[in-house]
């Protein structure tokens, strides 16, 4: 694996069907699996490690962000990655980034509305890195559902020739979506940040028995979530995240909120299948403790 600093450089490792893989570093589970997926389908896997200032809208949040640029390149060689894109940050922003990527109506919703800016800034870092790196395929996580839909429609209508997969969320062994910032959370937080998949569960589990509507769905994560300050929970349509009343599509049912300092998203996918059913996507399960803690158990086995 090669540890490369420039667009140019990038381009001229790459051979055959490259593959991105964007991240914002202090890798776990999720990112290896996306890594993985694109292992098994690309003669280039291309991960890239940039903590993008744009799409933060809280300096506290940006300089307190965990980075680890060896521990990473240890995994993602692992993980069987041919290029590690580690830029700084004049490399990205030369001169301050006067074009701006905002994909209207798809960034009011959820996300769009607590963290105003977040989304223009993941799709400039994203519109850059897809025009500067050409892969033939980017790899991003479902975990961000609304995120996944602002880029796939930005590369639609920016016709960038570029296919976007989305990849499965991978939880640690009770549930909890693995995130970068769950290292922040101490032992009660971490107990109330259990509340948020569990609802999530509990959702999918009222899904399954026939429950179609938002009010139903959403109530029973607000009833789990007891140990988190809410700052919403909603049913949304994948393609334009626009609110839903009820799953008659492709969907996701997303949750944010606040344990402490920290703040954590999730969501289950709602995925309509050609003949008309929706099955409930859960997300895959580690069956151990996450590379997350190193030897610092969060969970006792
Ligand atoms: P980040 O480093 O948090 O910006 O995430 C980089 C990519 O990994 C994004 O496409 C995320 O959606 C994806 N990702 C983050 N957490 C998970 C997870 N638990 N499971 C699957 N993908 C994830």
Do not use: C, W
Not at 3 to 28: C, D, K, N, Q, W
Not at 139 to 147: E, I, M, N, S, V
Not at 267 to 289: H, K, Q, T
């Amino acid at each position: 694996m090669r540890v490369l600093h420039t667009f140019a450089e990038v381009r001229e490792a790459s051979v055959g069907i490259t593959s991105l893989v964007p991240t914002m570093g202090y890798l776990h589970e999720g990112h290896l699996s996306l890594m993985a997926t694109a292992r098994g389908e690309s003669d280039t896997v291309v991960v890239s490690l940039f903590v993008n200032p744009l799409q933060f809208n809280d300096q506290e949040d940006l300089a307190r962000y965990p980075r680890d640029l060896d521990r990473d390149g240890r995994l993602a060689r692992e993980a069987g990655v041919d290029l590690l894109f580690a830029p700084p940050l004049e490399v990205m922003y030369p001169m301050p980034a006067l074009t701006r990527v905002t994909v209207s109506s798809l960034v009011t919703e959820m996300e769009g509305a607590y963290r105003p800016g977040h989304f223009e800034g993941v799709a400039t870092v994203v519109a850059k890195l897809l025009a500067g790196l050409q892969p033939q395929r980017a790899y991003l996580g479902r975990k961000d559902a609304q995120q996944l839909a602002v880029i796939r429609r930005m590369a639609f209508d920016l016709s960038f020739p570029v296919d976007i997969v989305g990849g499965q969320t991978v939880r640690e062994s009770d549930g909890l979506a693995l995130s970068s910032r769950n290292v922040f959370l101490d032992r009660n937080e971490r107990d109330r940040a259990l509340g948020i998949s569990r609802g999530l569960m509990a959702a999918a589990d009222a899904f399954e028995t026939g429950a179609r509507d938002a009010h139903t769905l959403e109530g029973k994560v607000r009833e789990m979530v007891t140990g988190a300050e809410v700052d919403y929970v909603t049913l949304a349509d994948a393609h334009t995240a626009v609110p839903l009343s009820g799953v008659d599509r492709d969907a996701f049912l997303a949750v944010a909120a606040r344990v402490g300092s920290t703040r954590l998203i999730d969501n289950v996918p709602f995925l309509a299948e050609p003949g008309g059913a929706i099955s409930v996507d859960r997300g895959f399960r580690l069956s151990g403790p996450s590379i997350l803690y190193g030897d610092r158990h969060a969970i006792d086995y």
